[in-house]
């Protein structure tokens, strides 16, 4: 029997023989290794297969080829693969991502047409510093690159479901006409739709917090309030403090079928104020997309589905409301739908270029130019980086009170259960 070193050399000759040699040949060959080596037929074809891969002894790179030398010395030219130059490099990268983190995350395709505006205003806060090379690239930038650029980021930014608290309002909701999302053809701000959301984490029992939701269906500006509960005196309040710190004035108001909203207050309010007072009809959501939608992006995403219950809890998510209002109207673009088509099975929607809805409010022909140069004179004064720390700040605060008063309540239950 030979040893494995010597079938080792026997394998690294016959290897060669192996390999130049023909079909019929190469089965003489192989019969006469495993006589020699002991070797099954399968093992021994594969062990001279591989002793006959010649080993590269050395590359040399020419002008637009590459050329490999072998063992045996043979020659292999290839052509040498262009690296194209990259167009968005570190910098533009580094820049993208802070201000793609300063705009609360938000999609390519609303970030893209907003990148001008948003430059200009975090440059002359000091927010960022660009060269004009990055700049001019970030300007051209468009929403696929955008993507493609951020896709490693995004991965570290990933975001239940909340319960539906909505109880039929009175007798008094047949006096309120329905409206429909198809009736919404109102091409002026001032026309609202409302809806609650309720922060009562997994439990639906007791008193707890609400966010009262304003949504101008012309141009998406949002007016969030918190209240404790939701009795009809105390929503009623808080809409007229809503109406307090509207630059424009309230032309209708388009609520679900809930009672904090179908009520005498309402009702006679909106006919007093000469409001349109509208209804949605029973169980049916997409009558209010406009305000659903705002639920989530807006609401849901600052404050989550967490219960807060307690007076601190409601001051903190009122002045959270402060910034977030500014934040989102005057800093965050929306598309919105221009034209929805059906063919058959497939729908197609188109959008219109992304607007924040401050720059809605100003393209209105229905505005009067006092109302413009207000809230021109407000956008000037708001750094977009800054109230994103301050929201920041203030999730922070209150995630930890609401950490502390679960705590705080377990110790209860542990305190009772010793006790008994």
Known sequence: MLTMKQKQAVSRQVALRYKKAGKKEKGIILSEFTRTTGYNR????????????????????????????????????????????????????????????????ICSKRLGPFLPTVILVLERFGEIKVDEKTKKKLLKISPATIDRLLKNTKKSYQFKKGFSTTKPGTLLKNKIKIRTFSDWDDLRPGFFEIDLVAHCGEVNAGEYIFSL???????????PEAVMGKSQYRVFNRLKKVEQNLAFPILGIDSDNDSPFINAHLFKYCEINKITFTRCRANRKNDQCHVEQKNYSVIRRAIGYNRYDSEEELKIIRELYQNL????????????????????????????????????LLESKSLN?????????????????????????LQNKLLKYSALKEKLRRTKIQEKQLKN
């Open 369 to 393: 130019q006092k109302v413009k140069d207000k809230l021109k004179a407000q956008y000037v004064k708001l750094n977009p980086a800054w109230l994103k720390r301050n929201l920041e700040r």
């Open 42 to 105: 399968s093992y021994a074809a594969r062990v001279l297969r591989q002793k006959a891969k010649v080993k590269i002894v050395r590359q040399i790179k020419t002008r637009g080829f590459n050329v490999v030398v072998f063992e045996d010395g043979r020659r292999k030219k290839s052509k040498q693969k262009r690296i194209k130059a990259k167009k968005y490099d570190q910098k533009v990268s580094s820049v993208l991502k802070k201000i793609w983190v300063i705009c609360d995350c």
């Open 213 to 223: 939701n304003f949504t101008d269906v012309y141009s998406g500006w949002v007016e």
């Open 325 to 360: 209002r500014l934040y989102v109207n005057f800093f965050q673009p929306v598309m919105k739908l221009k034209e929805k088509t059906r063919n058959g099975a497939k729908v197609t929607k188109k959008y219109d270029k992304a607007k924040t809805p401050y720059q809605r």
